[in-house]
């Protein structure tokens, strides 16, 4: 995968934002993200037809100004609607049965913290792994502690060459911290999608960093 892709990765489900999830996306888009993934999860999100129905509507917004479309979690619908990439956690599937599933175009990424997960991630061949929580986050309800942008630190010294995308509890103000410490992208999720201006919201956030 083209690693300039990471740098500022949005991401959102129907529980994410006020506003019509399409409108935020056309709007981050407008405001400058290099990537998005379609996460619904947690209380509310939306199941079986309604979910594909709001995948398609979001993935061809990103078709149309070539963005990547990458789907959280769901391999049968990322391999149905021909989705860019597909995001597991590690208690998802594994990076092998995806391997077996998916067409070998489709971009993997995974979430890893620990140097053995990292390692693990290279060995299988994922495409990029996220990294976090970077900061505090409430967006997430099971999330875990922070690590801070010295997990990220901790993971290049080790010798870990995939590209990292941090996440977590980023914004305009910490973004550039996370890069400092060797990540090649930032992903959010409430920085953008609970902006009362998602475009500025994007396009700060770019600023910070370009
Ligand atoms: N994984 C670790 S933290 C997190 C996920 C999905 C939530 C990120 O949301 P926010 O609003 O950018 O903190
Ligand atoms: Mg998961």
Redesign the pocket.
């Known amino acids: 995968m083209n690693k300039e892709n990471l740098l500022l990765y949005f ?1 959102m489900g129907s529980n994410n934002t006020s506003q019509p999830p399409s409108q935020v996306l056309k709007k981050a888009i407008n405001g400058g993200i290099t990537c998005f993934q379609f ?1 619904e999860k947690g209380s509310g999100a939306l199941k079986g037809k309604e979910k594909e129905t709001l995948a398609r509507e979001l993935q061809s917004i990103c078709c149309k100004h070539k963005i990547p479309f990458i789907v959280n979690d769901d391999t049968e619908l990322a391999i149905s609607l021909h989705a860019d990439g597909i995001h597991v956690g590690q208690d998802d599937e594994s990076i092998q049965e995806l391997k077996k599933k998916c067409p070998s175009s489709m971009i993997i990424g995974v979430s890893a913290k620990t140097i053995e997960e990292a390692e693990e991630a290279e060995r299988q061949g994922a495409d990029y792994i996220g990294t ?2 970077m900061f505090m ?1 409430t ?2 309800e099971d ?1 875990e502690l922070p690590i801070g942008p010295e997990g990220i630190w901790a993971l290049r010294k080790q010798g870990i060459q995939l590209p990292i995308v941090g ?4 914004n305009e103000t910490n973004a550039v911290e996370v890069i400092e410490a060797g990540a090649d992208g930032v992903s ?4 953008i999608s609970q902006a009362d201006d998602p475009e500025k919201a994007a396009s700060t956030l770019k600023d910070r960093l370009t």
């Open positions: 991401i996460r976090g929580p986050t967006t997430k999330a996440i977590g509890g980023i959010f999720i409430s920085a």
